[in-house]
């Protein structure tokens, strides 16, 4: 066997080695989120890129539809209220602003159409503190967007999984 063959072996083994600790581990990527109703309505006051980011996990990681008239839906998800806000953590010795908190707090419940209660009123809240500099006004500014459309993303999803999870089976004793 030559260098380069043994060299090759063994980088390959050390490439794959992680991986296979993850698959022996039972690591697996999420996947879809199963829920038991076939078509939602989103209503509230939802701003317009949080109601975009639910219909689009709803599509995407779901086998339901969205529904336009709550009338025909089998669940209506209410967003009773969608806030985003930002403030100031710190001052430097100049009296400027050196950190910031930003927050948003996505406000929900969950009914079906006779009125009964999935998920009762529930509040998804979400915080990140930054640093802040003013001769990097503009790159803050994009990283403040670039984390508000992540967490809309993730808020979308985690109201998803607790209507999910509101529905679950209960577990039958034996």
């Avoid at 999420?30 to 509230?44: N, S, Y």
């Avoid at 089998?74 to 100031?88: C, F, H, V, Y």
């Amino acid at each position: 066997m030559s260098v380069n063959s043994l060299r090759r072996a063994i980088l390959g083994f050390m490439a794959t080695a992680p991986f296979s600790g993850l698959i022996a581990c039972g690591y697996r990527l999420r996947g879809m989120v199963d829920l038991p109703f076939k078509v939602i309505a989103i209503t509230g006051n939802p701003s317009p890129p949080l109601r975009a980011d639910l219909q689009t996990a709803i599509l995407t990681g779901t086998d339901a539809k969205v529904a336009i008239n709550p009338k025909g839906a089998d669940l209506i998800l209410e967003i009773t209220n969608d806030i985003n806000g930002r403030e100031i953590l710190a001052y430097n010795l100049n009296g400027q602003v050196s950190a910031y908190r930003l927050n948003i707090r996505v406000g929900f419940r969950a009914y079906d159409l006779a009125g009964s209660e999935i998920v009762p009123e529930a509040e998804i809240y979400m915080t990140r503190d930054m640093d802040f500099t003013v001769s990097t006004v503009l790159a803050t500014d994009a990283q403040i967007q670039k984390f508000l459309t992540l967490r809309r993303k993730d808020l979308a999803i985690q109201i998803l999984r607790r209507v999910a999870a509101a529905r679950a089976p209960q577990s039958r004793a034996f």
